[in-house]
């Protein structure tokens, strides 16, 4: 690791003769990004006066700049590029005798930058990181150390770990990366498996790993889409297959309800086919009955008159031979036995008139059973009549039935040519989902060996970072060894240099410092001048 003094200030003491005209102070250097060293091209060096601007430059492609400022005055220089922390270093240029000034040494600051970052609170260096003014005792700038190193520090600990978290987040980000591909590799292979859910689970996970990807949303459209039309497919197969049901079990209630229906015509058309016999049974009963009856009263009258006739023929012959016999003598014995005879005659007329009226009482009371059975024939009829109208009635209603069992059979047939219809739009669709799956299938498979691909140019391109960090450290593990060596180096010179000006101040009681353009003759330092360095190389 860079040392804190390297990172932020190389300050280079030389001796410098301005051209001729007016006297300026020369301000130069380079300007290089901390973590690869490389020189910096296009970053603002501005100087302010009392916060009012005074002057700019921008460096080259080779990061070097140069400013020229005016004696007795006090400059703040901003370094500044876009998406970098700008630096700022104060320079105090007060206080130098005119007669002086061609003898003292212009300023050289190394300056290095790191890119802004949201984890990075550095706000401190809104303030400058370093301070030169003149020293009149060594007639030349020095840079106050005892200000710039609790800087440098607190910087250098906040450089160090936020290089330490951003490897972390570098390691955290390769892990999501790979778990971001292995979760859509398990998506592309669950979606080739057509496991809808595991893919979709797969696609939300790799969003969530990496919401900036475009791919797994795309393919979670994809999916969502895959998803809709499977369970619309399973709906429309769960609705045909209930329907199907349903049609079964209507066709044999239907049946049922016919086979009924048949049953109940047979029985029906049974019994009136009973109830008929039975009339007509009853009817030729009666007939016979009144044709018996009636026969038996004319072969009683018949009998009637003949015992009649056979008895007066008796009487009469009777009659003649008793005539014959008495014919004078029993004359009024005749009379008597006439009389008799009328009496006789009467009597059985009275007889035969009591058995008519018996006849007659009897006929009447056959008559009126006659009556009763054709009130109860009449009876009948009116509840067959009653029967043959419900049945009418029950035969309209049976043919209303049969309309509305013919209206919902056009109905079903209408139901079911729309089924067909839907059957056929549902089998076209099959198909064309079948077609999608095949593409997605096909997608699935591009994307399969896209992935496999990318991965493995993820991988080379993983190990090429790898490989490249590995020597940038090891670079920058060099530079920091020859840095340090140089700085070990520097004291050491610095020590003996610092020693033998200590002799010479003894033995003279006055410093002799060598300059790149004379040699001036100084005094001693005092303490309060040790504090500064104006050493041709010091280091922030």
């Known amino acids: 690791m860079k040392q804190v003094i390297s990172l932020f200030l190389l300050v280079v003491i030389h001796s410098s003769i301005l051209a001729q005209g007016e006297q300026k102070i020369s301000l130069s250097g380079i300007v290089t990004e901390y973590y690869s060293s490389g020189k910096m091209e296009g970053v603002s060096i501005k100087a ?58 212009d300023l050289e600051v190394e300056m290095t930058l790191f890119q802004k970052h949201k984890d990075l609170n550095v706000s401190f260096l809104l303030e400058p990181i370093g301070k030169t003014r003149y020293d009149a005792k060594t ?5 106050d150390m005892g200000y710039t190193a609790p800087i440098a520090q607190k910087l250098n600990q906040i450089l160090v770990d936020f290089q330490q978290n951003q490897k972390k987040r570098e390691l955290e980000e390769k892990i999501k990366a790979q778990q971001y591909a292995d979760a859509m590799k398990e998506g592309d292979k669950a979606l080739f498996a057509k496991n809808y859910e595991a893919a979709k689970s797969a696609y939300t996970r790799a969003t969530t790993l990496d919401p900036t990807q475009q791919d797994p949303k795309s393919k979670l459209e994809i999916l969502n889409a895959a998803i809709k039309q499977q369970q619309e497919a399973e709906r429309l197969e769960k609705e045909a297959k209930l329907k199907a049901e349903a049609e079964a079990k209507a066709k044999a209630e239907a049946e049922a309800a016919a086979k009924k229906q048949e049953e109940e015509r047979i029985a029906k058309e049974k019994a009136e086919a009973e109830a008929k016999a039975k009339a007509a049974a009853e009817a030729k009963a009666k007939e016979e009955a ?30 003649a031979k008793a005539d014959e016999q008495l014919k004078q003598e029993e004359e009024e014995r005749k009379l008597k036995e006439l009389a008799e005879l009328e009496a006789k005659k009467q009597a059985e007329l009275e007889a035969k008139s009591k058995a008519e009226a018996e006849a007659a009482k009897k006929r009447e009371e056959e008559e009126r059973k006659l009556k009763e059975l054709a009130e109860q024939e009449a009876k ?13 009635e029950v035969a309209a209603k049976r043919q209303e039935d049969e309309k509305k069992l013919k209206e919902i059979a056009e109905a079903e ?17 099959a198909k064309k989902r079948e077609e999608e799956e095949r593409k997605l299938k096909e997608l699935a498979e591009l994307d399969a060996k896209k992935a496999k691909e990318e991965q493995q140019a993820k991988q080379a391109e993983l190990e090429a970072l790898n490989k490249k960090m590995q020597e940038e450290q090891e670079k920058r593990d060099a530079q920091l060894k020859a840095m340090e060596e140089e700085r070990l180096k520097a004291e050491t010179e610095e020590a003996a240099k610092q020693k033998e ?37 010091a280091k922030f």
């Open 139 to 143: 007639n030349d700038f020095g840079w």
């Open 290 to 319: 009144e044709a018996a009856a009636k026969k038996q009263e004319e072969e009683r009258i018949a009998k009637e008159k003949a015992e009649a006739e056979a008895i007066l023929k008796a009487e009469l012959e009777a009659k």
């Open 380 to 392: 009948k009829q009116a509840e067959l009549e009653a029967k043959s109208k419900a049945e009418v």
């Open 501 to 537: 000006i200590d002799d010479n101040a003894e033995k003279a009681g006055f410093i002799m410092k060598s300059s790149s353009t004379t040699d001036s003759k100084k005094k001693p330092l005092s303490k309060a001048a040790k504090q500064f360095s104006g050493s041709k190389k």
């Open 413 to 429: 047939a209408k139901k079911q040519s729309e089924l067909e219809a839907k059957s056929k739009a549902e089998a076209e669709a």
């Open 48 to 105: 302010t006066s009392n916060g009012v601007y005074v002057t700019n430059v921008v460096s080259n492609s080779k990061g070097q700049y140069e400013l020229l400022l005016d004696y007795e005055n006090e400059y703040v220089i901003l370094y500044e590029k876009a998406n970098f922390e700008p630096k700022r270093v104060l320079v105090n240029t007060k206080g130098i005798p005119p007669d002086k000034r061609n003898k003292v040494n």
